[in-house]
């Protein structure tokens, strides 16, 4: 059974930091291209940042210089680490696995990050 468990959100102040894990088991980790993807009532999920199984990594206009991805393959986990945060980041944040080989796809259930003072 595949299962990706997103932990790490909660609540921060503008300009603070947060570090979310994205823990996958039933997976072989090296064979999926890994992303965060975030999502806010209303509106379409959209892609934050992707990072291929070859450590290639690109990110969205808006968190470049400020999000970090990262993947441990021995462990099965990857991170999100996250610093000046504005409350336009504010999102429920999933965990996404993509299969290299086919169009296969996984989701995690998300984790709340909200931004606020």
């Known amino acids: 059974q595949v299962q990706l468990v997103e932990s790490g959100g909660g609540l921060v102040e503008p300009g603070g930091s947060l570090t979310l894990t994205c823990a996958a088991s039933?997976?072989?980790?090296?064979?999926?291209?890994m992303a965060w993807y975030r999502q806010v009532p209303g509106k379409q999920r959209e892609s934050v940042a992707r990072?291929?199984?070859?450590?290639?990594?690109d990110y969205i206009e808006d968190v470049k210089g400020r999000f970090t991805i990262s993947r441990d393959d021995a462990s099965n986990m990857m991170y999100l680490r996250m610093t000046d945060l504005e409350t336009r980041d504010t999102a429920n944040y999933y965990c996404?696995?993509?299969?290299?080989?086919?169009?296969?796809?996984?989701w995690g259930q998300g984790t709340q990050v909200t931004v606020s003072s």
């Open positions: 996404n696995a993509a299969s290299i080989f086919s169009a296969t796809n996984y």
């Open positions: 039933g997976i072989t980790f090296g064979f999926f291209n």
């Open positions: 990072l291929s199984g070859g450590g290639i990594a």
